[in-house]
């Protein structure tokens, strides 16, 4: 009777996917238990934890590292980022342990890549009191660069893979993605970042006696450290549950799945037009227009505080937007409420040169900022999980993952215009006048307009062709509903004959 229940159950969803309805095949069966759900939470919480921000002031006016060389340092190191990235992704997509194909370099690397990265908050102590051009310093940066790059690849292509096999469920993942994004906002995953602003303004108004980099080394440190046992705990006691072929895909095979992966086409399409955006973090134009930070970020955590519980209510959106909506409506659509409400931002800003005044530019932060937090979970949630969806196509297609190489063909392309744009803004930075080393708040008034310019509107301009390759997105909810069936049905397949043959192995022969 069971087995005939079961058969009608197939029946039913197999229907369901041919109509184009979004029937879940694998029902509100779930794969992750509570404590590495607890654990997908605390490391989700942590990688934003370890951002304590401020990262161009640390390198400008902290270790010294001269805009030029910087932009000629970060050509090289993405010269090797590029053709690392092509063997290293080969030979992870090539793994198969007993413990994952993903896991082994998790794990492995996790605690001595820890250790080594912290050096990177030690290195002002290392060449104290250095000219920028001082080439002992340049050196040490370039190979520290260089190495980090090569070892964080191992764990950055396994990691972006490892997210899309911890469930087969569809559902269930945007589950753990939507509760991730909601809870960890509670936890506070911004508030280094805050703690941090306010520890950097006593330091560089002059109310704190102790230097800029006793405070980066200590909260870069402390931050990294808790960051990375949470992440350690969760790749530990989570599992890989999508089954990877028997059959190890070769290179031809990761080429074709590249060309044939059309998802991933338009997403790196889309990030390479936008990645001609040309910029400057907003957080430069606080800092060297208004020269103190500390009441700033002290606002900024008040607004969030308040607009933070618009920002959760609008998790409960995401169900009901994705059962109405395509993921390319989605997309497409939390790109063009976000660019206008940047260019909300940019035109008060100009008016009257309200730019250079606090209290107008606060209010319209907290006035952005709530506006923007009404899609928050949405666009948290269908950007997360759109690269899930496109590793599923693949698997579709071509009858096999090829979770690694396929995301370092994603990020060739990226990472080359992003060695050539990072040197750009560089660039352009010193083009528009800025002084490395001033006092905040004391850069000229041409700078200070630029600052804000090239945190608004010259980004928005310069990036707003990558609006077009989402408008392509060809996975709709009919097309979506039937993958997944036929995924389901493979996968059942994969997982008994691979059962079969082990039992086949144990059988002792006969004579």
Do not use: H
């Not at 590029?82 to 996790?110: C, E, H, M, W």
């Not at 996975?475 to 069936?485: E, H, L, V």
Request: charged content about 20%; overall charge positive; proline content about 4%.
């Amino acid at each position: 009777m069971s087995e005939q229940n079961n058969a009608a159950e197939r029946i039913d969803v197999k229907e369901a996917a041919e109509q184009g309805v979004d029937k879940n095949i694998y029902r509100s069966f779930n794969y992750v238990g509570t404590k590495e759900t607890l654990a997908y939470l605390f490391n989700d919480w942590s990688n934003t934890f370890a951002n304590i921000g401020y990262g161009e002031r640390y390198i400008w006016d902290v270790v010294k590292i001269d805009f030029g060389i910087a932009a000629v340092v970060n050509l090289f190191t993405g010269a090797w980022d590029i053709i690392n990235d092509t063997f290293i992704s080969a030979i992870v997509d090539n793994t198969r342990t007993r413990i994952g194909k993903f896991r082994p370099y998790l794990v492995g690397f996790q605690i001595p890549m820890t250790f080594i990265g912290l050096l990177y908050w030690f290195i002002p102590y290392f060449f104290p009191n250095s000219a920028a051009t001082y080439i002992p310093k340049l050196i040490f940066y370039y190979i520290f660069s260089v190495f980090t790059e090569t070892a964080g690849t191992f764990t950055g292509v396994a990691r972006s893979g490892y997210m899309s096999t911890i469930t087969p469920n569809p559902n269930e993942r945007i589950r753990l993605i939507t509760l991730a994004e909601l809870l960890t906002g509670y936890m506070g995953e911004d508030m280094p970042r805050y703690i941090f602003g306010f520890m950097y303004d006593m330091v560089t108004t002059g109310r704190w006696k102790i230097q800029l980099r006793t405070i980066f080394m200590g909260m870069g440190v402390t931050c990294a450290l808790i960051s990375s046992a949470f992440t350690l705990w969760f790749f530990l006691v989570s599992k890989e549950r999508v089954p990877q072929s028997i059959e190890k895909p070769n290179v031809k095979e990761g080429l074709k799945a590249i060309v044939t992966n059309y998802p991933v086409l338009l997403m790196c399409l889309s990030e390479f037009l936008a990645g001609f955006g040309v910029g400057t973090s907003q957080d430069n134009y606080w800092i060297d227009v208004f020269g103190e930070n500390s009441m700033i970020n002290t606002l900024k955590a008040l607004v969030s505080g308040i607009s933070g519980p618009v920002g959760s209510i609008s998790y409960a959106f995401v169900a009901p937007l994705r059962k109405r909506f395509s993921s390319k409506f989605l997309w497409v659509g939390s790109d063009m409420y976000g660019d206008m409400i940047t260019l909300g931002f940019f035109l008060i800003g100009i008016t009257n040169k309200n730019y250079l005044k606090l209290k107008p530019m606060l209010i319209t932060y907290g006035f952005t900022e709530f506006l923007s937090k009404l899609l928050f979970g949405v666009n948290k949630v269908i950007n997360a999980d759109l690269w899930n969806e496109a590793m599923d196509y693949c698997e579709w297609k071509n009858g096999y993952r090829m979770e690694a190489t396929t995301g370092v063909a994603k990020g060739l392309v990226i990472k080359l215009e992003r060695i050539f744009m990072n040197s750009i803004n560089l660039f352009v930075m010193k083009k528009v006048g800025y002084v490395q080393g001033l006092k905040v708040g004391t850069q000229d008034a041409r700078t200070k307009k630029w600052l804000f310019y090239l945190c608004t509107v010259v980004p928005l301009v310069t990036s707003a062709l990558g609006i077009v390759p989402k408008m392509l997105w060809p996975i709709s909810k009919k097309k979506r509903a039937q993958m997944y069936y036929e995924l389901s049905e493979r996968r059942s397949m994969m997982v008994s004959d691979y059962v079969d043959s082990l039992k086949e192995e144990e059988e002792p022969e006969i004579g």
